[in-house]
């Protein structure tokens, strides 16, 4: 564990935080408590809530919406 942490210091702040929101993503995500009371959520936008740094939500977004235009291009 003490090298996670000397990786994670040696990071900018911003990317510490980053990799912050990471750990609470997956500790969210592969909880037993959280799995059996949260609800999934099947909007895009409220996937996006996962990320709390807002370049990150507008990036997946983009990107999500240029996959719905190319698969309704094809069609």
Not at 4 to 22: A, Y
Not at 39 to 56: A, C, F, M, Q
Request: no cysteine; hydrophobic share 35%.
């Amino acid at each position: 564990m003490q090298l996670i942490e000397e990786r994670i210091k040696s990071l900018t702040p911003e990317l510490q935080k980053e990799v912050l929101d990471f750990i609470d993503f997956l500790v969210s995500k592969y909880s037993l408590s959280s799995v059996k009371t949260s609800k999934r959520i099947k909007s895009v936008g409220g996937s996006l809530e996962k990320y709390k740094n807002v370049n990150l939500q507008k990036k997946e977004k983009g990107a999500w919406a240029e996959a719905a235009a190319v698969k309704h291009e094809s069609r």
